[in-house]
């Protein structure tokens, strides 16, 4: 069940105390709606419990712009596993938002959590923008969050922070993508910072793994060595699991990356939390496609069980 009693529109409950100080330099009070502001606010708050032989969602809050409809149970090979897409009732992040997504799995329940579409972070004058992720697997939990793309459009200053928590025995495979611009325009790089950060913690609390982003384009080059290079989709995908052994997951999906054609590669995630891969590419198809490969592979891996087409239904 979700948390006791708590003022989810209280500011400290969706603001996240530590921005990067390349965001958080642009820190304004709007000429348009300040930060609290109905709209402004998106909380979504998730939680699922094992019932009947399957997972059940049984704690939901939604405030606009996020939402959900109800879970979907299409996958043949898991029907027991609920498909989740999170929505926005506005048409992309905003100067001055801050959203807040947790979702929740009890003791052996699971759920695979998408969006509708990409996330489109528009171009800002005063302020920024964030989103703050918890997932958080409770033992023998399985748990996918594998939203749509990012776009950082032109002057845009975007924040997320996703904090991963994995029970004994739990597993949960994240995925995430960025694009360097409206590619489709030839836009490539005009945001004024895009910055994310990773963590992910163990049973005990303890810290597993952190994986920051930085990528202010104004103050540093984006496109050199060890950088996106000329690539337009930056793509990763953690798989954090005690299921399988790390180091045959992280062979697993370096062989497929090294066959993708795309640059990158897969390794083992620090203190054999598990494995992941990271991929570049110069257009969404074929990253995502790949993506979607890789996801099958850990899927396959730590349950037996192939990944669904992910067509959004």
Request: proline fraction near 8%; charge should be neutral; include cysteine.
């Amino acid at each position: 069940m979700l948390a006791g009693p708590v003022d989810r529109l209280d500011a400290g409950h969706y603001t996240i105390p530590s921005v990067p100080a390349e965001v958080a330099r642009h820190a304004h009070v709007p000429d348009t709606l300040p930060v609290g502001s109905p709209g402004k606010v998106g909380v979504l708050e998730l939680a699922f419990e094992r019932r009947g032989g399957r997972s059940e969602l049984t704690g939901h809050y939604q405030k606009a712009p996020l939402q959900i409809m109800r879970p979907l149970y299409f996958d043949p090979a898991r029907p027991d596993l609920p498909y989740v897409i999170v929505m926005s009732t506005g048409g992309g992040v905003l100067q001055g938002d801050r959203y807040r997504l947790d979702v929740t799995c009890g003791e052996g329940a699971g759920v695979h959590v998408t969006t509708q579409a990409a996330t489109k972070v528009y171009r800002m004058e005063q302020d920024y923008a964030t989103q703050l992720v918890t997932i958080t697997a409770g033992p023998g939990a399985y748990v996918e969050y594998l939203p749509d793309p990012v776009i950082p459009f032109e002057g845009s200053r975007f924040y997320q922070r996703t904090r991963v928590g994995a029970g004994a025995g739990a597993s949960v495979v994240v995925g995430e993508t960025m694009l360097a611009g409206r590619l489709a325009r030839g836009e490539r790089h005009a945001y004024t910072a895009f910055c994310n950060d990773l963590e992910a913690y163990g049973p005990d609390g303890d810290l597993l793994f952190a994986d920051p982003l930085r990528l202010v384009p104004g103050r540093a080059p984006v496109t050199g060595p060890a950088m996106f290079g000329g690539h337009g989709v930056l793509s990763t995908l953690y798989a954090i699991t005690p299921a399988v052994d790390a180091g045959e997951l992280a062979g697993a999906l370096h062989e497929a990356v090294a066959g993708s054609g795309l640059a990158g590669g897969a390794s083992v995630l620090p203190n054999g939390a598990g494995a992941w891969a990271r991929l570049l590419g110069a257009e969404t198809p074929h990253v995502s496609a790949t993506l979607d490969r890789l996801w099958d592979i850990t899927r396959r891996m730590i349950t037996g069980s192939p990944a669904p087409d992910r067509r959004k239904p």
